[in-house]
């Protein structure tokens, strides 16, 4: 669980913005998200998120507001050529990003995270598959709670444009993981 001054400094917006994440220097930690993806059969690439004040809002929360925790999370493809926003919410991503809905799966698929150690917890080992119906682009993805497609309700956690668009045909298959983690900073 998170310590108790670091969810107040995010939730008084005592943080800074860096390529790294957020640093809250009163606390000297560091707040980083980051989704691995690749396409099957290619090798694997990185790319830091965002955590959205949406998503830093639910966190403090959980931690120190009795916030009834979200037990399911998903990952929400998009393909819009855009800068991910701080401003960004679960109800204006569909939008902002230009979910993609053109693949297999009825629903957003489901994040599986494994053990929280060492403050993080990530997905990389039970990736969401991403099975295209048709021909599509998927240029960043988001981690958000409502598993229905193109859905404006829930919580947006982070969001990514990732380094290099992914072209995929039909049939092809993208794998996306998520990781959050929380570190010190000295």
Known sequence: MMNEKLARAIADGRFEETELGLFVPSERSMVKGVFCYGKRGEELEYSDNLVVTEGLNYIVGVALK???????????????????QATWTAANFTTNATEVTGYESATRP???????TAGAVNSFAAKAEIKATSSITIRGAGMISNATKSNTTGTLLGAS??????????????????????????
């Open 66 to 84: 009795a916030t009834s925790p979200i037990t399911a999370w998903f990952i929400a493809p998009f393909s819009g050529a855009v800068t991910v």
């Open 161 to 186: 444009r990732f380094g290099s668009d992914k072209v995929l045909d039909t049939d092809e298959i993208l794998d996306i993981g998520y990781g959050l983690q929380i570190t010190a900073v000295t």
């Open 110 to 116: 489901a994040w599986t995270g494994g053990s929280v």
